[in-house]
């Protein structure tokens, strides 16, 4: 699928992966995403899917973590947890929210089927192993809309790699490489604070 690769996204990465910010940069990135994509529901479904969507992307999160520890790149591990995403909500028939069009869905599953097989994340149960223990909030479901489904904000056609628009606009296949200089304090959840209450603890 195509996404964005930017310096906040690497300092969102360093946040997730370091010790005494995670748990901050985990709450800032799950509001963060619930909010964008509450932003491509119908108005007056947001508030319904609200809870559901705090507690998948919280799942998500120790999905990313996790690939990142399995070798995949930072756009791979990213594009991973919007995979998930988007199974979740074509199960929901929450369509108008989906970032590829609903025939690409076994495409971009078997791009990271070895993960998902080992994980025990399928179409059907996205969240798999990293499913939380007491679950996930329910939320109505739009099944009529799967009868003839409108992707509003859907991009088709990359669903053979990851592919990345850098800050340039320049599209690249994996994504680029991670700078020397990123600190989690850039990322757009975390201030200095946060970083040096990390650092004293």
Same mark, same amino acid.
Do not use: C
């Given at each position: 699928?195509?996404?964005?690769?930017? @310096?906040?996204?690497?300092?969102?990465?360093?946040? +997730?992966?370091?010790?005494?910010?995670?748990?901050?940069?985990?709450?800032?990135?799950?509001? +963060?995403?619930?909010?964008?994509? +509450?932003?491509?529901?119908?108005?007056?479904? %947001?508030?319904?899917?609200?809870?559901?969507?705090?507690? $998948? *992307?919280?799942?998500?999160?120790?999905?990313?973590?996790?690939?990142?520890?399995?070798?995949?790149?930072?756009?791979?591990? %990213?594009?991973?947890?919007?995979?998930?995403?988007? *199974?979740? $909500?074509?199960?929901?028939?929450?369509?108008?929210?989906?970032? *590829? @069009? #609903?025939?690409?869905?076994?495409?971009?599953?078997? %791009?990271?089927?070895?993960?998902?097989?080992?994980?025990?994340?399928?179409?059907?149960?996205?969240?798999?192993? *990293?499913? @939380?223990?007491?679950?996930?909030?329910?939320?109505?479901?739009?099944?009529?809309?799967?009868?003839?489904?409108?992707?509003?904000? #859907?991009?088709?056609? $990359?669903? =053979?790699?990851?592919?990345?628009?850098?800050?340039?606009? =320049?599209?690249?296949?994996?994504?680029?490489?991670? @700078?020397? !200089?990123?600190?989690?304090?850039?990322?757009?959840?975390? !201030?200095?604070?946060?970083?040096?209450?990390?650092?004293?603890?």
């Amino acid at each position: 699928m195509k996404l964005y690769q930017n @310096p906040r996204h690497w300092a969102s990465k360093k946040a +997730l992966t370091t010790p005494g910010v995670r748990s901050v940069a985990n709450y800032g990135l799950v509001k +963060l995403h619930t909010k964008i994509f +509450l932003g491509k529901a119908d108005e007056d479904r %947001r508030e319904e899917r609200r809870d559901h969507l705090d507690d $998948f *992307f919280d799942a998500t999160m120790d999905t990313y973590v996790a690939a990142l520890r399995a070798d995949y790149s930072e756009a791979e591990a %990213r594009e991973i947890t919007h995979i998930q995403a988007n *199974f979740d $909500f074509y199960n929901h028939g929450w369509t108008e929210m989906m970032e *590829f @069009p #609903a025939g690409e869905l076994e495409a971009h599953y078997e %791009r990271y089927a070895d993960f998902f097989e080992i994980h025990g994340i399928t179409i059907d149960d996205p969240l798999g192993s *990293f499913r @939380p223990a007491d679950g996930v909030a329910e939320a109505p479901s739009t099944p009529e809309k799967l009868d003839d489904p409108e992707h509003p904000h #859907a991009v088709g056609g $990359f669903a =053979d790699d990851v592919y990345v628009e850098t800050e340039d606009g =320049d599209l690249v296949v994996g994504g680029g490489e991670e @700078p020397d !200089d990123v600190s989690p304090a850039d990322a757009p959840v975390i !201030d200095d604070d946060d970083v040096e209450n990390a650092a004293g603890d």
